[in-house]
């Protein structure tokens, strides 16, 4: 009996061991991928991390961009918030679309990743990036286009407009 286990147990080595590439002695390995082409590393200024744009808040004259007039007036009260105010769970309202925000600190396109669940709205349930821009918390779709901007007027409640002008409001 010991005498068969031990044979069966030495043919699954043997055959085994002849399935390995490394002991066979073949040298039949897959071939390298190709190295990837670089650029060399260039110099120039870096833009400012508060997320304000070139040309300051008036426009971009480099480009013709009129950034002053896609921005939401500032409400008497509007308080200043932080990144991390903005973290987590919200409920956001518009019009007759009611469903959840999320916030996090991870970066995106346009600033930092959000995304929505429960949003009938497709302009809302395409909510990708929030970033703050001084007061305003300001919320794009994937392409970096502004999908509503808001201005908090508690800790916990946010209010303003869709790119369309229809009432926003974020809260907890």
Do not use: H
């Not at 709205?121 to 970033?131: C, H, K, V």
Request: charged share 10%; net charge neutral; glycine share 14%.
């Amino acid at each position: 009996m010991m005498r068969n286990a031990t044979i069966v147990v030495g043919l699954c080595i043997l055959v085994g061991m002849t399935g390995c590439q490394r002991l066979s002695g073949s040298r039949q390995y897959a071939a390298p991928l190709p190295a990837t082409p670089t650029t060399p590393v260039g110099q120039g200024d870096l833009q400012p991390l508060d997320g304000a744009v070139p040309g300051g808040l008036y426009g971009d004259t480099a480009t013709g961009t009129d950034v002053a007039a896609n921005t939401l007036a500032e409400p008497t009260g509007a308080i200043e918030v932080s990144r991390s105010d903005m973290l987590g769970g919200w409920k956001l309202s518009s019009g007759t679309d009611n469903c959840m925000a999320f916030m996090t600190l991870t970066t995106w396109s346009g600033g930092y990743r959000a995304n929505t669940r429960g949003c009938a709205s497709p302009l809302l349930s395409g909510i990708s990036a929030w970033d703050l821009s001084g007061k305003q918390v300001v919320l794009k779709d994937a392409n970096g286009q502004t999908v509503a901007q808001l201005y908090a007027t508690t800790a916990q409640q946010f209010n303003g407009q869709t790119a369309q002008g229809v009432p926003a409001s974020l809260y907890r």
